[in-house]
């Protein structure tokens, strides 16, 4: 099947620096979504990209959409202890339904005060 | 708003046994969604419904079936209880506008 390949899956950061996860298809993309999960949690919609090369910025979140649609990072300046959970990317496969989404495996992060 | 509700939000199987997880939305959407989450693997499509009697299996439908009588419940039933089914389950409902999914709380299901 269609796969969306994510990392790293896992990153520790001291608090104030950065952070970034990349999501990879093999396969172009319609669109891409980002969720966040915390801890114990569920995830929740953070955004959706459409367009070739789109960025979008949420306070100190970079979102970014590849020139090619196969890729797409997310971004995080000077991260703090709330930004602590898992991040997912979620895309649809062009000539798939649009109505499913396949996820990455996710990357936890980790926020050291 | 409730938004998506899932109960139950823990249950403990026997192997061989049944249940049904039942999701509820009350926000009129038409896309409906259950996903199995397993530690480290990401969320993984088990069945979806575009619509009350609208049904498709996703990524991971062996062992479980579905039903969508009307827009607000999508029930997912486990048949035969596995170890393999261990895992949290989570029911999404999708906005037709933004294509937002809204996660239910999930179910923590253990089979022993």
């Known amino acids: 099947g269609q796969q969306v390949m994510q990392i790293p899956q896992y990153q520790h950061v001291q608090e104030g620096e950065d952070f970034t996860t990349y999501c990879n298809s093999s396969?172009?993309?319609?669109?891409i979504q980002w969720y966040k999960q915390r801890p114990g949690g569920h995830p929740v919609f953070l955004i959706q990209l459409v367009k070739s090369g789109e960025v979008k910025k949420q306070k100190r979140l970079t979102f970014q959409f590849g020139e090619a649609k196969k890729n797409s990072s997310l971004h995080i300046t000077a991260t703090q202890t709330t930004d602590v959970g898992t991040y997912f990317c979620?895309?649809?496969?062009?000539?798939?339904?649009?109505?499913?989404?396949?996820f990455g495996k996710g990357t936890k992060l980790s926020v050291i005060p | 708003n409730a938004g998506v509700t899932q109960t139950p939000k823990f249950r403990i199987l026997k192997i061989g046994q049944s249940m049904t997880l039942q999701c509820t939305q009350d926000?009129?959407?038409?896309?409906m969604y259950w996903y199995r989450q397993d530690p480290g693997m990401g969320l993984k499509l088990i069945y979806y419904?575009?619509?009350?009697?609208?049904?498709d299996k996703g990524e991971v439908p062996n062992g479980y079936n579905v039903s969508r009588s009307t827009t607000e419940d999508f029930p997912l039933r486990l048949e035969l209880a596995a170890p393999s089914q261990t895992s949290v389950y989570f029911c999404?409902?999708?906005?037709?506008?933004?294509?937002?999914?809204?996660f239910g709380e999930g179910s923590r299901l253990t089979v022993l």
């Open positions: 979620a895309g649809t496969h062009s000539g798939a339904g649009s109505y499913q989404l396949t």
């Open positions: 419904s575009v619509g009350a009697g609208i049904t």
């Open positions: 396969t172009t993309l319609s669109n």
């Open positions: 999404a409902s999708r906005a037709l506008g933004t294509g937002e999914l809204f």
């Open positions: 926000m009129n959407h038409n896309y």
